[in-house]
């Protein structure tokens, strides 16, 4: 079982960037798909990236593709969400989320396909 913590969230205006980061415990992170989801007051969590076990594979959601990148480290237990050219419609609660895998598929793009996930990190982008 993985615990997981995100950071970076904040108030940021249109155009600019944020860094969010995922902490997770246990000494399995390797084993782990790793993907960020978001949640919009009023709408349904959707996908917004996915990472392999070793990071060699990504997969993104058409409304961020080009402009967020996902990366992970494995030595630290960490996946990234790099945001740039942010837009008031990205503005949501943002969960990392983790699922345990025998290969590198990556394209595990819907909420229940992840059994863990962290408390969320609030990002507002102001236009």
């Known amino acids: 079982q993985v615990q997981l913590v995100e950071s970076g969230g904040g108030l940021v205006q249109a155009g600019g960037s944020l860094r969010l980061s995922c902490a997770a415990s246990?000494?399995?992170?390797?084993?782990?798909?790793m993907g960020w989801f978001r949640q919009a007051p009023g709408k349904e969590r959707e996908f917004v990236a996915a990472?392999?076990?070793?990071?060699?594979?990504?997969y993104y959601a058409d409304s961020v593709k080009g402009r967020f990148t996902i990366s992970r480290d494995n030595a630290k237990n960490t996946v990234y969400l790099q945001m740039n050219s942010l837009k008031p419609e990205d503005t949501a609660d943002y969960y990392c989320?983790?699922?345990?895998?025998?290969?590198?598929?990556?394209?595990?793009?819907?909420?229940?396909?992840?059994?863990?996930w962290g408390q969320g990190t609030q990002v507002t982008v102001s236009s």
């Open positions: 989320a983790g699922r345990i895998s025998a290969s590198d598929y990556v394209r595990w793009q819907r909420p229940h396909d992840y059994p863990y």
């Open positions: 990472i392999s076990r070793g990071g060699g594979n990504t």
């Open positions: 246990g000494r399995t992170f390797s084993n782990y798909v």
